[in-house]
């Protein structure tokens, strides 16, 4: 598996700037989180929202002790593995929604998993579903663009996103 940008290094800011898609909310909270160390309810519920609405009812079974043991242990934690998949611990969470905490919350910097990032670097969802070698292999993947085209992860995971949506092909 070998991630390939589809289009120039140096197109990331323009593609970025046509991103269209609010992150207003949880842009907010993440700093909010990050300092906490931990999640509440409600902060949770806001990024599994922004993430998917599909899940929310699942989302909202999680109690707000667990939500906050759950995520201050992801946010607490060194090891990379414990980090992304102590969250799927969390009712309505797969690997998606734990990247977009994350790509939020974290000190350090984390793409978000989604299907169109993942078109924009010519990659696939896993037919296998996710796993921690392939997460990993997108995070060292995504770190090396966005330090070498000088941009944060933000600005890299808006254009994979917004390359995609202008550019996938249905169905594909």
Known sequence: MSFTLRFPLADIP?????YTYDDSIPTA??????ARGHLTKTDFLA?????TA??????????PEFVRTVTAASMASPDERLRIE????????????????????????YPILDFRALWSLSEDVPKSGYDF???????????RLAAK???SMRVLDRALWQYSKEHQPPGA
Not at 14 to 18: F, T
Request: charged content about 20%; overall charge positive.
């Open 86 to 109: 102590v969250l799927t611990l969390l009712s309505g969470v797969q690997w998606p929604t734990a990247s977009v905490i994350l790509h939020f919350c974290a000190v350090e910097p």
């Open 149 to 151: 085209a000088r941009v």
């Open 54 to 63: 599909r899940t929310m009812k699942r989302c909202q079974a999680n109690s």
């Open 29 to 34: 909270l993440g700093p909010v989180a990050k």
């Open 133 to 143: 070698p392939f997460w990993w292999r997108y995070c060292d993947t995504t770190r």
């Open 47 to 51: 990024f599994a929202r922004w993430k």
């Open 14 to 18: 323009h593609w970025s700037a046509r």
